[in-house]
């Protein structure tokens, strides 16, 4: 019998006799309400801290890009009759990057809302997994401080299975360009691709500021940013949305990270028969 009782005795003096009453009262009720209850509480307590860090992320991450569009729109207002076509379109430039790095992170906030509420989309078709890592890869060369640091050693062939193309491409995309951003402006991140034994192996290691061993327990959680990461912009979403379109696809990550040394992380999948 799982239900919790709570057996309760009285005497009662009848005169002549003495009887012992006892009086058997159904707790399972009370337990299950008092486990909801507390239950209740600890999810309220954690949205309660999700809202704060999304509040501080806000803050900090939307006032860098904002004050850039705002400084570059007043300088077009203030002087564009005095500018040539190249000098126009510098700053034009600067604010459509602003622009997507703020669409970028509200598109980062969408999908932790849609993870929240057990709605991710998962759309799995046959594609090449190698011809995706080449293709964000090729995605970062466009831009001169990563055109050369990115040293990728894939398969001789194309790399057929079954994966969600958005997921994956933001999966690789968010750890190559962690990578590239906690590293030095030189520094080689190495990202390789591999199958075997029935399983895609997906590393991405870099030589970058690491992340305190204490801390690694945390890295998937929405809005937590290691403490060494300084002035370094980041939203503490990447890694979360990142665990769970692994997860989606059946797969795993690991990561192994020591401070002022480097950090790896380790994607397996399970390859499509």
Known sequence: ???????QLSVVNTGLDRLVMAYVIDMTRRKEAET???QALEKEKELGELK?????????????????ILANAETLRVYRERMDAG?????LDRIRKQVTHMKGIMEDVLDLARIQANQLQYEPVMGDLDG?????IEDFSHEEEYRTRIKYEGPEAPLLTEFDPRLMHHVISNLIHNALKYSGEEAPVYVQLGCSAGAIT?????QGIGIPEAELKHMFEPFYRASNVGAIAGTGLGLPITKHAIDAHGGTIEVESTPAVGTRFTITLPASS
């Open 52 to 68: 704060s860090r999304f509040v501080s992320m806000a803050s900090h991450q939307f006032r860098t890009p904002l004050a850039a």
């Open 36 to 38: 909801a209850l507390r």
């Open 87 to 91: 000098q126009i379109d510098v700053r």
């Open 1 to 7: 019998v799982s239900e919790v009782v709570d057996i």
């Open 202 to 206: 997906l590393s991405v290691k870099d």
């Open 132 to 136: 995706l890592c080449r293709e964000v």
